[in-house]
């Protein structure tokens, strides 16, 4: 995998956000693998489409790419239309998400992860200033990957070190059952991700768990029973292979 962009690309064009566009979209075309199904290269669609940038011709995934200049990929993406994202990841059309950071010294990729669309809720849509010129009452936004779970977050390319192809595929497939779950089930799910990947060891107690009581209480007021809520996502996790029971209110966390 070719970590450089392409800068010829970029001889005719003024505009920095413009460029930045050609030389990640072109990066990606000529070196990113469809990260569920593994062929090469995904195809881009064309310009001006209200779907993704791309999507793979033979488990017709769609994909879309975000990047930013810096070492880090940080948790902060600028995004468009902030209704319209509300509306596009609660759609069927919703694609994965790719984020990129490059340096824009050299042109090369630092890091690179997907975050498969199942892993997107409406509070990660972050609304950001209002109005353009001409248009004052349309509201931006960006997207704010924190409390996307870490199993979700897939890394491609770690500080400028490509992944071995086979270990991002079986992450991606970990996590796919989520895919099957209405929206209010999944939310709870991935809360709770979130709180074991705080948890500081693999081995951990149902009591540390209550421990996010109060916090989970104020994201679902409406829900007066947490702990037998936390219970419960325990067993899913546990019946998907996450983690496992055992014994004593003891778990361990498998992946």
Same mark, same amino acid.
């Given at each position: ?12 064009? !003024? ?22 199904? @593994? ?20 488990? !017709?995934? !769609?994909?879309?790419?975000k ?6 990929l ?14 596009r990841?609660?759609? $069927? ?8 950071s490059y ?19 409406? $509070? ?16 931006m936004?960006?997207?704010n ?14 500080? @400028?070190?490509?992944?071995n ?8 497939? !970990? ?8 929206a ?36 679902y ?27 004593? @209110?003891?778990?361990?966390?498998v992946?």
């Amino acid at each position: 995998m070719n970590l450089y962009f392409n800068t010829d690309l970029a001889k005719n064009y !003024q505009s920095s956000s413009q460029i930045i566009r050609i030389l990640t979209e072109n990066w990606l075309a000529n070196n990113v693998y469809c990260p569920c199904c @593994g062929t090469f290269p995904i195809n881009q669609f064309d310009n001006n489409q209200p779907v993704g940038d791309f999507f793979c011709t033979v488990c !017709q995934e !769609q994909y879309e790419l975000k990047s930013k200049n810096g070492k880090s990929l940080g948790n902060n993406f600028a995004d468009g239309a902030y209704h319209t994202m509300l509306e596009r990841i609660a759609s $069927d059309s919703n694609p994965n998400f790719f984020f990129l950071s490059y340096d824009k010294k050299d042109y090369k990729v630092n890091n690179l992860i997907i975050v498969p669309k199942q892993f997107f809720s409406a $509070d990660i849509i972050i609304p950001r200033q209002k109005g353009i010129p001409n248009r004052p009452n349309y509201v931006m936004c960006s997207i704010n990957t924190s409390t996307v779970p870490s199993s979700g977050k897939i890394s491609i390319i770690r500080e @400028g070190q490509v992944i071995n192809q086979d270990k991002v595929m079986q992450k991606w497939r !970990q996590n796919f059952y989520l895919r099957t779950m209405k929206a209010e089930s999944k939310g709870w799910l991935l809360a709770i991700m979130g709180c074991l990947d705080r948890l500081p060891d693999n081995v951990f107690s149902l009591k540390q768990m209550y421990a996010f009581e109060h916090e989970l209480a104020i994201r679902y007021p409406n829900n007066a029973h947490i702990k037998d809520k936390i219970r419960q996502q325990l067993q899913v996790l546990r019946d998907q292979g996450v983690i496992e029971f055992l014994g004593g @209110g003891r778990y361990r966390k498998v992946h």
